[in-house]
Nanobody, 126 residues
Framework: QVQLVESGGGLVQAGGSLRLSCAASGRAVSFYAMGWFRQAPGQEREFVAAISWRGGTTYAADSVKGRFTVSRDNAKNTVYLQMNSLKPEDTAVYYC???????????????????WGPGTQVTVSS
């Protein structure tokens, strides 16, 4: 079993930054791609970013490209999401999840991920 716990969310003004962390316990996630998703009230969960098992390849949704950066530290079993230039439309609950394979699935669908964390709230005020 794998347990994922996100942290680092909070309230920030537009233009600010936050860094989210996703800590894994139980079985290691080092050999799997990891993804970040978000869900705003009344909306479907959407893909944000993903990273391959060694961290050599990353992929981000167009809506956050150039502002958000995903990284990982396999020695710490932790994945990060650095969020800069935040906008009010980035307000959502952010989730991390473990992929099914070591490589990024560019379709970005939530069905390609297992073991989800409970999420952390990010609120961006205007």
């Amino acid at each position: 079993q794998v347990q994922l716990v996100e942290s680092g969310g909070g309230l920030v003004q537009a233009g600010g930054s936050l860094r989210l962390s996703c800590a894994a316990s139980g079985r290691a996630v080092s050999f799997y791609a990891m993804g970040w998703f978000r869900q705003a009230p009344g909306q479907e969960r959407e893909f944000v970013a993903a990273i391959s098992w060694r961290g050599g390849t990353t992929y981000a949704a167009d809506s956050v490209k150039g502002r958000f950066t995903v990284s990982r530290d396999n020695a710490k079993n932790t994945v990060y999401l650095q969020m800069n230039s935040l906008k009010p439309e980035d307000t959502a609950v952010y989730y991390c999840a473990r992929g099914l394979t070591p490589y990024i699935d560019y379709r970005g669908g939530a069905q390609n991920y297992v073991y989800w964390g409970p999420g952390t709230q990010v609120t961006v005020s205007s």
